[in-house]
């Protein structure tokens, strides 16, 4: 609605009449018309006009005093009028109101209302500021690449003079170093010549490439005149270096603009690239040029540079001579010593002269400890060194202090190796090695589960490495419409691929990849090794023994995914012997029309069998009930087997023809578990599935009303340990450190010491903090990914109903939260689904039968956990499900009724036709295996085509053509890994122009401009969660991550301080432990001083190996990329990662690593203190143990005594809770 307005003060300004209506029009009385996307969107229009004075000799710019406002909103224009129609003040004056006899069209009042609303002074800023940097030209006379040594001093490792200016790119966030052009042609009529001269268009001549830093990227910066006047960049990511095109001199109609290339660093040793290209010394021309820097800095909304003088030498750090002498020194010392030497040189931690100067050290380490310990000091060390301070005081030289604290880790190593622990770590450890362009970082080893492959070679493991390919800045390597990335990204891939890395002085073949590995761009390489017979294994001679691919010689990419099976993270369980199993046809045809597609048999004996050895081999003392569903690898089979009381008493297993994909031979025949069943999953909501039943009839209050529950939730958790306990289950939270048991189980227990509760929640600071970044994860998650727990609802695996007991459209379901709860058989109609959900079909109603018919297969041994499909019908009911089956896919299964499908809202499930295989006309090649795994870096599409399909259903509907286009393609890009066809980028549609706020990033939107709010649920629901939490995790972090540095635990040191600690005697849960202790487990209490004295020493040495174990998982997980970035201990414990990203995915994949890693430490501590599987070990010494290393971690305070608590008193709790079990199961049952 358009509104006139007049009698406006000739001495007031557009910006005066804005402010007036911003404080009406985004007051209270419009408050529902305001949101957190932005606030009501109006304009102001002065009308313009020169005035004079009253002589008519000067004129001056001026207005009319009568102009027009918009507000597109209807309802929000019709209360304006009815509240302010006779009129407002601005500047003292009142401005008369009346509404415009000319309305503007129903199409722009709809394109103002889809905009954010900015005030004109904002903008007019904004203009100004990109205006000021455009200007800002700073005169460059030579450009250094160096390192900050430690005595302060700064080497100029290699110089150039080949950029001459310096430019601020407002549009890009950062500053472009510009290249010299002098004697380079910079017309096009010079440009003409020069070819001419040539002759060779191909050779001609370019500039050298612009040097690009994103403000983001920067971590320092200093401003320096010693000399000469400097500016100094210290960076978290290198600079990319980009070549702008070649003007076109005859372009072709139709011919697209030429993209800019990337290059890689320019130097005559690309090695040099990996130590200096994060440190920057931009010489200038003058000192009027650093305050024309300093300036536009500023005006470019950076923090203000500081100011210190770096001397400048050239000291030759990384020199090829001194980066020779180290590869060859590396070769001849143990692998594992090398790499730990190599991370150190790769993570920055040293430079190339100071390690070469360590070397006698190193010798002598070796010579004392041997390799493995030898390492094992190394890797603490280097974890030492990143919490460490990097500039030294006064005179001290970096040699005396390096080995110094090389020393005291010697020191450390050597006392634990004199008495080892008992129980070893279950999993292997794997070297994770991350090439980009410009750097090499090196985890590890990371203890994680293992696979076929490494267990075969299990003392050889360390031959094994993981490379993993991301651009510099960390991410992924992607599409950039500027930039001509295909052929960079096979510079930087294809040469490590066919020729390999050279790694710690050794060479390492490409030998395969996992299927969840490939999606973040990591594989599998070898160092072709001798075994102990001496027979020759490398990367051809390991893939040859994998089994037979001949049925798929001519799809590269189907070769490469068989061979991933052998890589998939396993469980090793019993051995299957060959009269166990039998090869069964599966029920039903090929494809869509397949009912069993993954999912065989096995009898009780043999699920019971598999289940123990693999508990056996993790170290697990009280497995728990077997489940009815494990996910297996069996040779070249894979996918579920169910448990079948018609096999009979003995081991017997059912292989289906869909499970085998080839075939290996029977050293291959172990059982390998790769996720056991054990209960039901959590189901969530996600923006896909919100979208789809949202478009078929949910109301948008039932999905707020969902997630206000979780917020309420979280309020309360707070407050009380059960619903803190709650919330942690529920979201899978500090379940490595068992927290929400802790937590249950102190909730129970405390029910008459509410104080001691009330006191331990809000007074133990470090609980608190672990609470506050869980409560930081969940409230993320409802935000930027619709995460709401749904009621009634459960993730379960799926799997056919072998015994044809099940009608068309029904399900069988029987769940069960754990061994100690009720069964709940479901009944009536549920809703189903499968993630990812991308077609509106993707959701359906069936009918659960409820108990199982009395006498029948199901009745004898119930499916538990698990959700059963008929296998009546022309097809399976998992294939109308987003394409699933039933090799392991999970299901969401929900009897909440608000929820379903709207019965006139039907959609059918979709019916895609299985995407082509790109086949070859001759036998596959290694070479193509290579090319198809760059050619899936380069054309996986599958993040952006499901982007798509949300963004353009926010507008027009998922019933859209252009979003029904999208879901197949969608199921094209999950296939395309298999099928080695990528999604045909011509059929992907346009992006559109606008975004809905629901889809702005963490991070924060790139154009503001370009967002409008969205009505339907994803709208509401965004704009409903606010963070407040964020910037307090922030802060934590802050404070907290300086705090890994401390000395060991001393036994007499301990001893005292819990017979003198205050803190201990006041701890709000020391009386409440004892008491429960003096009840279950009095032997616990008796004056035995060997008993006293052995549990103190086991505690001592476990929590200082702890402690170092956990402050490499703090340092190895971080997503920041600064070389002393490290995450907090209570991230690690709530098992969350509080930084902001764009890529949640990375953080994703972070967080899974941290939380695997973790788990397998608590395990490893659990396991020592309850003596393992060893049930020699009374009961009341394992309580005596873990209430030990309790009093130890509260009277210490330092890092890891807050999480090394909570797994000691987890422990505790569970041996109490185990003692009451067997007291319960003793008392006669009436």
Not at 1150 to 1161: D, F, G, I, V, Y
Not at 1191 to 1208: E, P, R, T
Request: charged residues 25%; glycine residues 6%.
């Amino acid at each position: 609605m358009e509104i006139q307005f007049s009698n406006f003060a000739y001495a007031a300004t557009e910006d005066d009449l804005v402010d007036a209506l911003v404080k009406i029009l985004h007051g209270p009385n419009f408050a529902e018309f305001n949101s957190e996307a932005g606030p009501l969107y109006f304009v102001a229009n002065l009308r313009m006009r020169e005035r004079t004075d009253r002589r008519k000799k000067n004129r001056t710019p001026g207005h009319s005093g009568y102009g027009t406002i918009i507000i597109p909103n209807g309802n929000a224009a019709r209360r304006f009028m009815a509240l302010h129609g006779v009129g407002i003040f601005v500047s003292g004056r009142k401005v008369n109101i009346r509404l415009s006899p000319d309305q503007p069209s129903q199409e722009l009042l709809t394109q103002l209302n889809s905009k954010l609303w900015q005030h004109p002074r904002d903008l007019r800023q904004k203009h100004e500021r990109a205006m000021a940097l455009a200007a800002a030209e700073i005169k460059v006379t030579e450009v250094q690449f160096g390192w900050p040594c430690r005595d302060g001093v700064f080497s100029a490792e290699t110089s150039s003079t080949s950029w001459s200016s310096l430019i601020f790119e407002d549009a890009m966030k950062g500053i472009v170093l510009k290249p010299n052009e002098e004697g380079f042609p910079t017309t096009d009529m010079e440009h003409i010549q020069s070819l001419f001269q040539q002759f060779d268009i191909s050779r001609s001549r370019q500039l050298p490439p612009a040097v690009v830093i994103k403000y983001r990227h920067v971590d320092m910066c200093t401003i320096s005149s010693q000399s000469g006047p400097s500016i100094i960049f210290e960076l978290a990511v290198a600079p990319s270096f980009e070549r702008e095109p070649l003007p076109m001199v005859f372009p072709k109609p139709g011919t697209p603009e030429p993209r800019r290339t990337r290059l890689t660093f320019p130097a005559t040793d690309p090695r040099l690239a990996r130590y200096v290209t994060r440190f920057v010394r931009i010489v200038l021309a003058s000192d009027s040029d650093v305050i024309k820097f300093k300036r536009a800095w500023e005006v470019a909304g950076q923090p203000s540079p500081d100011r210190q003088d770096f001397p400048v030498q050239h000291r030759g750090l990384f020199s090829t001579d001194v980066l020779n002498q180290i590869d060859t020194w590396l070769r001849s010392i143990s692998f594992t010593v090398a790499m730990q030497l190599q991370t150190l040189l790769f993570e920055l931690l040293v430079d190339g002269r100071e390690l070469l100067e360590l070397k006698q050290a190193i010798t002598d380490l070796i010579a004392a400890l041997g390799s493995k310990n030898a390492a094992k000091a190394l890797r603490s060390f280097s974890e030492e060194l990143k919490s460490s301070p990097w500039y030294l005081e006064g005179t001290q030289e970096s040699a005396y202090f390096l080995q110094n604290l090389l020393t005291a880790h010697r020191d450390r190593v050597q006392a634990e190796a004199e008495t080892p622990f008992r129980v070893q770590p279950a999993g292997v450890a794997t070297l994770h090695v991350t090439l980009s362009p410009s750097a090499v970082s090196i985890t590890g080893p990371v203890l994680e589960q293992g696979n076929r492959i490494i267990r075969r070679f299990a003392t050889f493991q360390h031959h094994f490495i993981r490379i993993g390919f991301v651009d510099d800045d960390g991410q992924l390597y992607r599409y950039d419409p500027h930039t001509d990335t295909a052929v960079f990204v096979r510079s930087q891939l294809v040469p490590v691929m066919t020729n390999g890395f050279r790694l710690g002085g050794r060479l390492f073949e490409y030998l395969a990849y996992s299927q969840s590995a490939l999606k973040q761009h990591s594989f599998w390489f070898v160092h072709a090794f001798k075994d102990t017979d001496g027979a020759l294994h490398n990367a051809a001679s390991i893939r040859a023994d994998m089994g037979d691919f001949s049925a798929d010689e001519r799809c590269p990419a189907r070769v490469a995914a068989r061979m991933s099976l052998a890589f998939s993270g396993t469980d090793p369980s019993a051995r299957l012997l060959p009269e166990e199993r039998m090869q069964q046809p599966d029920i039903g045809e090929e494809g869509a029309a397949c009912m069993t597609d993954g999912a065989g048999l096995m009898s009780v004996a043999s699920a019971e069998a598999m289940w123990l050895a693999r508990c056996q081999k993790r170290n697990i003392r009280n497995p728990g009930p077997c489940p009815s569903v494990i996910q297996v690898r069996i040779g070249g089979d894979k996918g579920v087997l169910v448990k079948d009381p018609t096999l009979g008493p003995g081991r017997r297993i059912i292989i289906r023809d869909s499970m085998s994909k080839f075939t290996a031979d029977s050293r291959f025949d172990e059982v390998e578990i790769c996720k056991a069943f054990t209960k039901p999953g959590v189901a969530f909501l996600n923006r896909p599935l919100i979208t789809v039943l949202e478009a078929r009839g949910a109301p948008i209050r039932t999905f707020l009303r969902l997630q206000q529950h979780i917020v309420d939730d979280i309020m309360q958790a707070k407050k009380n340990l059960s619903s803190a306990a709650a919330l942690l289950r529920t979201n899978s939270l500090g379940t490595s450190f068992i927290l929400p048991f802790t937590l249950a189980q102190l909730a129970d227990r405390t029910t008459t010491s509410p104080n001691a509760a009330k006191a331990f929640l809000g007074g133990d600071e470090f609980i608190e903090r672990t609470l506050t970044f869980g409560i930081n994860h969940v409230l993320r998650g409802l935000k930027f990914r619709g995460r709401i727990p749904i009621p009634n609802s459960w993730n379960l695996v799926g799997v056919p109903d072998s015994h044809g007991l099940l009608k068309a459209g029904e399900i069988f379901a029987c769940v069960r939260e754990s061994e100690f709860s009720q069964v709940n058989y479901l009944n009536g109609p549920v809703m189903v689904s499968r993630s990812p959900t991308s077609h509106p079909g993707d959701v359906m109603v069936m009918n659960a039968i409820g108990k199982p018919p009395r006498n029948s297969a199901f009745a004898v041994e119930t499916p538990t956990n698990c959700v059963v499909f008929s296998t009546q019908g022309t097809r399976s009911p998992g294939s109308c499900l987003g394409g699933g089956d039933y090799d392991g896919d999970e299901y969401l299964v929900s009897t909440y009724s608000p929820l379903y499908p709207r019965p006139d809202r039907p959609f059918e499930p979709a019916m895609y036709k299985n995407s082509l295989k790109k086949l070859l006309d001759r036998p596959y090649e290694m070479s193509d295996i290579i090319d198809t795994n760059v050619n899936f870096i380069l054309n996986d599409q599958l993040g952006r085509v499901a982007s798509l399909w949300l963004k353009i259903a926010d507008r027009s509907g998922v019933d859209d053509e252009r979003c029904l286009r999208l879901s197949h393609l969608h199921a094209v890009a999950c296939d395309f890994p298999k099928t080695g066809t990528p999604v045909d980028l011509g059929q992907i549609p346009h992006a559109p122009q606008m975004i809905p706020d629901w889809s702005v990033d963490e991070i924060g939107p790139t154009n503001p401009e370009s967002v409008y709010p969205s009505d339907k649920a994803l709208g509401h629901l965004y704009r409903a969660i606010h963070l407040p939490a964020e910037d307090e995790a922030d802060e934590i972090r802050g404070l907290r991550r300086e705090g890994t540095g401390r000395a060991p635990l001393k036994f007499n040191k301990v001893a005292t301080s819990i017979a003198q600690d205050q803190q201990l005697a006041k701890h709000p849960l020391r009386l409440v432990l004892q008491d429960w202790i003096a009840v279950l487990a009095p032997k616990a209490f008796t004056n035995d001083t060997n008993l006293e004295t052995s549990s103190m020493s086991l505690a001592v040495r476990l929590f200082n190996s702890y402690y170092a174990d956990l402050r490499t998982i703090c340092h190895q997980n971080t997503l920041a990329r600064s070389r002393r970035a490290a995450l907090t201990e209570e991230e690690v414990t709530a098992g969350t990662i509080v930084t902001r990203t764009r890529n949640y995915r990375k953080r994703e994949d972070h967080m899974t690593r941290m939380n695997e890693q973790s788990e397998k430490l608590r395990e490893r501590v659990q396991a020592e203190l309850e003596g393992g599987p060893d049930a020699a070990v009374e009961p009341y010494v394992r309580v005596h143990r873990a209430w030990m290393a309790w009093k130890i971690s509260v009277v210490d305070k330092g890092f890891g005594s807050g999480s090394f608590g909570l797994i000691a008193l987890a422990i505790l709790l569970l041996q109490l809770k185990e003692i009451e079990e067997k007291v319960k199961d003793l008392v006669p049952k009436k």
